[in-house]
């Protein structure tokens, strides 16, 4: 018969603790945590520290796929039905307001990096080479999260150290003291930094100064400062450090990962639990199961169906005679079955919720690239914040928008970019050549987080996205009519989540929420 060990051993220490003096109770240390003055000291724990900075990057994968998706004309909410995935729908219809859960994640996303790199920062004496890269990461990405707050949210509270308890109810920062902090966090990291090459093969998803300066000259673009944007992105590319890779198809798969076109990108482990940093967009927004047979294309037969291609952008596609990255972006229903021979209707003909038939084929749900046996859940796939293609593209717009274009140099980036996938140099200039870049970043960059940001800059959003989700396909041929949607004019900055305005006293709500 088996004896219960584990009583008698509680019953000795409960009568120890009557044994023992209050005082000798109260001064014991409590085991198995460490004191946060006792850590940050050696190499090991501020490698550590480094890596929850990592981790809150990596964290929220889901939604992180569908926020920005969503907000732009790249995609529809999608669902098994009206309601499924609600919170995206309301982003995707723009009927959201401050209590979407989508947008109070990635608010406190971005909160998480900057709260991790602030500590980081304050504990670290910098008095090793692993300390001082350390630092110089923390700089960078504390930029980078206060690169998407200030652009989605604007005037966001600024904070720059670990705070006390009465000082979290913090103020919204102006837009222009959010900026300087960015330029000054890249301007010194980017000195700390080492080349992509330089990083050994253990570090190679780590912060480069190749990511620094691009994340620098993409803060100085999105404020108009086209000239120093230039500048910045010239450093990038004649450092030599970068290329296009061959294959578009295959730039968000497994065998292009950190890669010569990666600048930046989030690692993920191909495991079947979350907690070994998998990421769920294969089970959630892979073609909707039920409806979806695969064919040939590689793409698993079982997920729920969200973030699903819009027609338009597949249209943009076909109208711009872009068979490459067409193929290797989205696919229609036709090409599924002429060219697959798959099929994506039920026995009843009909189509899932909130699609038209269009299959994502970039971050496409690829069975090869999950561990899944009957259940395709969880993925390894790589999200790819920042590629070449972007910088040349970010480069070609500087170029050619600054006081004194450079046209000539801004035709040879965008034209680098358009040669890899087989489509015709172009040669216009001016506004022409701007519009030209616009398109080029909407077809090159499609479902990788930068249209919605993108719109939002170039006061294209009111119209472009004006009657988004006011039809939602119902996948019978019939469609949800919603007159209340849209893009409206208190749309420009996202709202702070109801989450924080309801304990932040100091903090004043966007204009119109």
Known sequence: MKTNIFKPLVY??????????????????????????DFYHTDQEVTEALYAIYDKIQSEALTTFQFKNVLSDDAYAGGGGRGDNNTGEELDEFRFGPNNSLISNMFEKYYKIIYTSNILMDRVEVDSEVKRLAVAEAKAFRAYAY?????????????????????????????????????????????????????PAAKKGHVSKGTA???????????????????????????????????????????????????????????????????QIVAYCGPRTGYFKSGTTGISETAWGWVNPRPELYEAFVAAGDEVRRRGTVISEQDLMNEYGGSFRDADGNLPYGSEGHVRMKYGAYVAETPGVDYHTISGTNYRLLRYADVLLMAAEANNRKASPDDAKALRYINEVRARVNLPALSVTGNDLFTAIKQERRLELAFEWVRYQDLIRWGDAATVLADQGKQIPRGDGNYFELSDAGFRERHWLLPFPETEVNVNPNIVQNPGW
């Open 147 to 199: 690169f998407e707050l200030v652009t989605l949210w604007g005037p966001v509270p600024l904070v720059t150290r670990p705070l006390e308890s009465d000082e979290y109810a913090q103020p919204n920062a102006t837009v222009a003291e959010i900026w300087a902090r960015i330029e000054q966090d890249l301007q010194e990291a980017i000195p700390e930094l080492p080349l992509k090459s330089q990083l």
């Open 12 to 37: 000795v220490s409960i009568s120890g603790l009557f044994l023992t003096s209050c005082s000798d109770f109260l001064d014991t240390e409590q085991r198995g945590v460490i004191n946060i003055d």
């Open 213 to 279: 300066q691009s994340w620098l000259g993409k803060a100085y673009l999105f404020q108009e400062k086209y000239a120093e944007a230039a500048d910045l992105f010239d450093y990038v590319i004649q450092s030599g450090e970068y290329g296009l890779y061959p294959d578009f198809a295959m730039i968000t798969r497994e065998e292009s990962e950190f890669g010569i076109e990666s600048v930046f990108e989030v690692s993920y482990a191909a495991e079947l639990s979350t907690i070994t940093e998998g990421t």
